[in-house]
């Protein structure tokens, strides 16, 4: 038994350092206030102190951190998107990703596996060929493979030819990953917090104070939550699923509407699956996590609704979907079955950076798709409420887009079925 288990396992004073000190009371006053404790949220915090120096910070969470869609995502991580700029910006992320275990010094379990999305039809062949050719462009591991070669890649699959969706081929993203979603929330976390930042857990924002708002938006100089009032210098807006509710208490509106999206995981079963399959005809995608489960998702829910409830309608669904790619499954039992809120933008793509509120910052619109850009969120968050600068990973990212119809169409490379 190592020494300090035993050592610890004996006295009741306990002289490890808490992974998160306690703040305590808020603090009259911030130079920057993060709404929101995911994985956006923590990430920049994090980078604001190890990047800039700047850790008069407070991150606010109305629950617990990593509770929101950080804790309840599956966890992929790809670059293969379709449009330049979402290319070079999740490449960033997915280098950022590779070397967190050394920053956080905690391993989060980054597991490259290979990303397959799989294609049904000759117009799908077409898209994933149009990807493979944009991601090469820029440097990024994609190809598109036929199904002679898929069939030795991935052999677990049902390569049938009278079924309803027979596979004709792939997209193979090599670098394609999963990772611990909890770890990273925490590594986040834990790195901001010992360097001075203060989190506050079951801190929930009511209202923003703005000043100056006669005529134009304003600026905003304080944070209402349920503990009281703080000043604030700056406020960055991270919140996901509440992403609507809470830029309207700061007056203005976006363009996104919240659905639950909902996943399940298996009981878990020797490894026998090493590729992460997408079918995006059949609105199914699978995993095998390291400890065994597998993690399965589909769809986001028909309707808009604040809420995460989990529902024997999705199951079935995903289940009938399931059983056309890997029919010998169909005795394994189901473990868990969760939902989160996902805030989807009309053209599939973030919005970041700059609002109509002065000293007001954005980080939305991340529905399905935001757990692999948290490192290259955090970076060039903190770089822009550090510097006052919006990097050019981003810029494309404004919410001012849509009111010059300058969209970034990524809808063709979502995973989840919409
Ligand atoms: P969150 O982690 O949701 O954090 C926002 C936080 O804000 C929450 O903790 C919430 O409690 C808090 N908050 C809200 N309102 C307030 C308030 N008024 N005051 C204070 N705090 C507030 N993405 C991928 O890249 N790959 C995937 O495989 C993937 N799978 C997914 C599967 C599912 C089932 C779901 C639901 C999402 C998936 N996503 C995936 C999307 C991804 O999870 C999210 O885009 C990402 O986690 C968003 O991170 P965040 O930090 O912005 O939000
Ligand atoms: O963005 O890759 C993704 C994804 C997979 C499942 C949900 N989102």
Same mark, same amino acid.
């Given at each position: ?7 610890? #396992?004996? @006295? ?53 951190? #990593? ?49 397959? @999305? ?164 059949? !609105? ?46 169909? $005795? ?33 619109? =991340?529905?399905? =798709? ?32 849509? !009111? ?5 169409? $990524? ?8």
């Amino acid at each position: 038994m190592p020494f300090a288990l035993l050592k610890h #396992g004996l @006295t009741r004073r306990r002289s490890v350092p808490d992974a998160f000190p306690e703040p305590g009371d808020l603090k009259d006053s911030y130079d920057i206030v993060i709404v929101g404790g995911g994985g956006h949220g923590l990430a920049t915090a994090y980078y604001l102190a190890v990047d800039h120096g700047i850790t008069d910070v407070a991150v606010l969470e109305r629950g617990y951190i #990593g509770g929101g869609n950080t804790g309840r995502n599956t966890a992929i991580i790809r670059s293969n998107y379709l449009t330049p700029e979402g290319v070079k910006f999740y490449d960033e992320s997915v280098r950022l990703y590779k070397d967190l275990s050394n920053d956080f010094d905690m391993n989060i379990l980054y597991s490259e596996r290979g990303h397959y @999305t799989l294609a049904h039809t000759d117009s799908a062949i077409r898209t994933m060929r149009w990807r493979a050719e944009v991601n090469k462009h820029f440097g990024i591991e994609s190809e598109l493979v036929m199904r002679d070669d898929l069939q030795k890649m991935v052999p677990q699959l049902d390569y049938s030819e009278d079924v309803r969706y027979p596979i004709l081929g792939a997209l193979y993203h090599a670098p394609g990953a999963i990772a611990r979603h909890d770890a990273v929330a925490w590594g986040y976390g834990a790195g901001a917090a010992r360097r001075g930042v203060h989190i506050h857990q079951n801190t929930e924002v009511t209202g923003f104070e703005i000043s100056g708002a006669n005529g134009h938006a304003g600026r905003v100089t304080g944070v209402k939550t349920n503990r009281g009032t703080i000043r604030a210098g700056k406020v960055l807006q991270a919140v996901a699923g509440m992403s609507g509710e809470v830029a309207a208490m700061a007056g203005f509106r976006l363009p996104l509407k919240t659905v639950p999206l909902q996943a399940c995981v298996s009981q878990p079963l020797k490894p026998f699956l090493d590729a992460i399959v997408v079918s995006g005809s059949l !609105h199914v995608y699978v995993s095998q996590s390291s400890r065994g489960e597998l993690v399965m998702g589909g769809s986001t829910d028909p309707y808009g609704v604040y809420m995460t409830r989990s529902t024997l309608d999705f199951k079935e669904g995903l289940m009938m979907h399931l059983l056309e790619l890997l029919p010998f499954i169909s $005795e394994v039992k189901l473990l868990r079955q969760w939902a989160g809120m996902t805030d989807m933008t009309p053209d599939f793509a973030p919005i970041m950076g700059e609002t109509p509120v002065d000293n007001y910052y954005i980080d939305a619109g =991340w529905g399905t =798709w935001g757990f692999k850009a948290t490192p290259v969120c955090g970076k060039e968050n903190a770089r822009m409420l550090a510097t006052g600068e919006v990097g050019d990973l981003i810029q494309p990212f404004a919410l001012q887009r849509y !009111h010059d119809f300058n969209l970034v169409g $990524e809808k063709g490379a979502a995973s989840v079925g919409h």
